[in-house]
């Protein structure tokens, strides 16, 4: 009997029979179907075919080829292992920045996430990213242990005008940097004044620099020096449905914080 790793082998040396067993897995198709979704030739899906009736992972069926049990449990795993791997490439650059003691969600969900890095000529892309969601969105939220001076200057302005509802949970170490610049503690000031907004201060900390607008969920990315490396979005409903959970959590332990008690 072939090893585990040998049979690994045998699928990834070839994308047709990887392909293949895909489809079979599907349905029962023809070698003609078979043909014409992969582009192999006739020969090759003799081949292809035969190795994987030998392995009992294929049978014949009134003309027709169809995956047995064991035929897709092998077709969802390797697909599992490929999903895995592209997705670890996707993220294999900016996995250290990740919070992902924090980060209660298959790292899988980040598959089709858009990932923005810093750059000579964009050294603030990933900010810009955040900039972006937060002028198009109709409803903020966020749970963060920072509040960078350019997001609160487009909140604020939307807000008080009344074209965006905002909601947020941060860090006492994000309230204290505010309020040490005059500037910025008016604008956080006119922010708290406006109805459609409610900030919370958590005094346990937050991990992380989490943004949800709308149907996106934007995460900032800082090294252990707090240098910005990276961002990270996506609308996948696995990690949307963490981001409002978490939120509700920290919502939960945190202290109201209003205009008066914050000139104070």
Do not use: C
């Not at 043909?35 to 035969?50: D, F, P, V």
């Not at 995460?219 to 990270?232: C, F, H, I, K, W």
């Amino acid at each position: 009997m072939e090893s585990a790793l040998e049979e690994i082998e045998f699928l990834a040396l070839s994308s047709n029979r990887v392909d293949v067993l895909g489809l079979l897995a599907d349905g029962r198709k023809t070698r003609t179907e078979l043909a014409e979704a992969t582009g192999a030739s006739q020969a090759t899906l003799g081949r292809i075919l035969g190795d994987f009736e030998d392995r009992s992972w294929v049978r014949r069926e009134d003309g027709e080829y169809v995956a047995t049990a064991t035929g897709r449990l092998v077709a969802k795993g390797f697909t599992d292992l490929l999903e895995i791997l592209e997705t670890e490439g996707e993220l294999r650059e900016i996995v250290r920045y990740l919070p992902t003691h924090a980060m209660d969600f298959d790292l899988r969900h980040l598959a089709d996430a858009n990932i923005t890095v810093p750059s000579q000529t964009r050294p603030n892309a990933p900010v810009q990213r955040l900039l972006d969601l937060e002028r198009s969105a109709d409803e903020v939220r966020a749970f963060s242990h920072a509040f960078n001076e350019q997001s609160l200057s487009v909140i604020e302005e939307r807000t008080t005008a009344g074209d965006l509802t905002f909601r947020a949970v941060l860090s006492e170490r994000a309230i204290d940097a505010l309020d040490d610049d005059p500037g910025l503690r008016d604008r956080l000031a006119s922010l708290l004044d406006a109805d459609s907004a409610a900030v919370r201060v958590r005094e346990e900390g937050i991990p992380l620099a989490v943004t949800i607008a709308d149907d996106v969920v934007h995460l900032l990315l800082r090294d252990e020096n707090g240098v910005l490396q990276a961002s990270v979005d996506t609308d996948d409903d696995a990690v949307r449905s963490w981001a409002h959970d978490t939120l509700d959590h920290y919502w939960r332990t945190a202290t109201p914080l209003d205009a008066e008690a914050f000139a104070e």
